[in-house]
């Protein structure tokens, strides 16, 4: 054998992700998993009845590689119902994936080259930077910061956001609602970083993921409807949180055809296709009425409500989060060390496991997510309580 690493270079500094290595350690310690987030509630009967009925009646061979024409249909008349996202043709601007997660790296890999930069909010989803590493470009990132008397949000400056810009940025990669922090990009701050993808001639991909998971007064804007960024946004969402169904793995990207395009030949060599009678019930999914949508922000309104209440009986402040169904808890004045041995303590000694979230930022930025640890509130009402009776009782 020669000295060469078994492992190829792309995936050599990865190691296993926040989510497996905390969701294991909860199961080993019996703790309440508050880290991963996945929800611990079923998605809607009359959906599960529609894959059933989509097995039984022989949807069971491989969909075209862009996707189930009735979920390509389902999928641009959701936009325009909810987001107000309207001209989105199934044919030409959809392909359906393998969860957003597949979506993401297609993406990547369909507009971004070796060299290329591509600019990224910090904290960042944990795939994003392994993504964007994979095809080698290089990451830049503006750091939000934590709201404060001036900001009543996560925020960000402007002048970071220009710096991060620069000759080389090819694609900047949104999420809105964001995970982790919950916050949610206004109309005026899509606008503004439209401008500088106009200036740098820079594609954008926006992952809303949690489109339907916003509290008010904040509101979901889709960034394709944003005019500065109309024509240069790949929308990337999937079924997984709307329908907590995140087994399904079933998303999807909506873009201009020529952006479409790039995406779809990438899609076409990664998975070809995405599980067909899942496909055929997630279209029964987004047309599902008004009321499962406003059923399912206001359940997730009163688990957000009640795990603040949870944690602040347990000392733990935090700050209500705009979107998404995790929250960022300050843990800084807990005596119980940085976030890793934080959150290492609460799953091996308390019983509940949370997710470190200096894992999501770069090296410069780290520093930002030590004082914090993220808890999931898509678990049910007896789960959450049971969560801060430990809490109350572990750190009081
Ligand atoms: N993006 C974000 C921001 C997420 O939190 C997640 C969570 N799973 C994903 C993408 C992946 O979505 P999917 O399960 O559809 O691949
Ligand atoms: N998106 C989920 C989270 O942030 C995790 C999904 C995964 O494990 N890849 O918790």
Not at 101 to 116: K, N, Q, R, S
Not at 279 to 306: C, I, K, N, S, T
């Amino acid at each position: 054998m020669s000295g060469r690493s078994i492992l190829a270079q792309r995936v050599a500094p990865l190691g296993t992700t926040v989510f497996s290595e905390f969701s294991a350690l909860a199961l080993q310690h019996g703790a309440v998993n508050l880290g991963q987030g996945f929800p611990d509630f079923d998605g809607p009967d009359a959906v599960k009845e529609a894959a059933h009925q989509a097995i039984v009646s022989g949807i069971n061979q491989y969909a075209p590689s862009t996707g189930l024409k009735v979920l390509r249909e389902a999928i641009a008349e959701h936009g325009a119902r909810f987001h107000g996202h309207t001209g989105i043709d199934p044919d030409t601007m959809v392909t359906v994936t393998s969860g957003a997660t597949e979506a993401i790296l297609c993406v990547l890999l369909g507009l971004v080259d070796p060299g290329d930069e591509v600019v990224v909010f910090a904290p960042v989803y944990d795939s994003y930077d392994a993504n964007i590493a994979f095809v080698g470009a290089r990451a830049r990132h503006i750091p939000l910061r934590p709201p404060d008397a001036a900001h009543p949000t996560w925020w960000f400056s402007p002048d970071e956001a220009r710096a991060a810009f620069g000759p080389r940025t090819r694609l900047l990669l949104l999420n809105t609602p964001h995970n982790p922090t919950g916050k949610v990009f206004t109309r005026e701050e899509l606008a503004f970083l439209g401008t500088l993808c106009a200036e740098h001639d820079a594609y954008v991909l926006s992952d809303e993921v949690y489109e339907h998971i916003v509290f008010a007064p904040a509101w979901h804007v889709r960034a394709a409807t944003v005019p500065e960024l109309a024509g240069r946004t790949v929308t990337v969402s999937s079924g997984g949180k709307t329908f907590s169904l995140t087994g399904w793995k079933v998303g999807w990207i909506i873009a201009p055809p020529a952006l479409r395009d790039a995406v779809q030949r990438a899609h076409q060599f990664v998975t070809f296709a995405t599980a067909s009678p899942l496909q055929a019930a997630m279209a029964v999914a987004l047309r599902l009425p008004d009321a499962y949508f406003e059923g399912l922000r206001a359940q997730y309104h009163a688990r957000r409500e009640r795990l603040l209440a949870g944690l602040a009986r347990a000392g733990l402040s935090a700050q209500a989060p705009e979107g998404s169904y995790f929250l960022l808890a300050d843990i800084s004045q807990k005596g119980l060390g940085d976030d890793l041995a934080f959150c290492r303590h609460l799953v091996t000694r308390v019983g509940v496991a949370a997710i470190p979230p200096s894992v999501f930022y770069p090296p410069e930025h780290k520093h930002l997510g030590r004082g914090l640890a993220r808890f999931a509130f898509c678990k049910s009402d007896a789960v959450l309580d049971e969560a801060a009776r430990r809490l109350e009782a572990g750190l009081r």
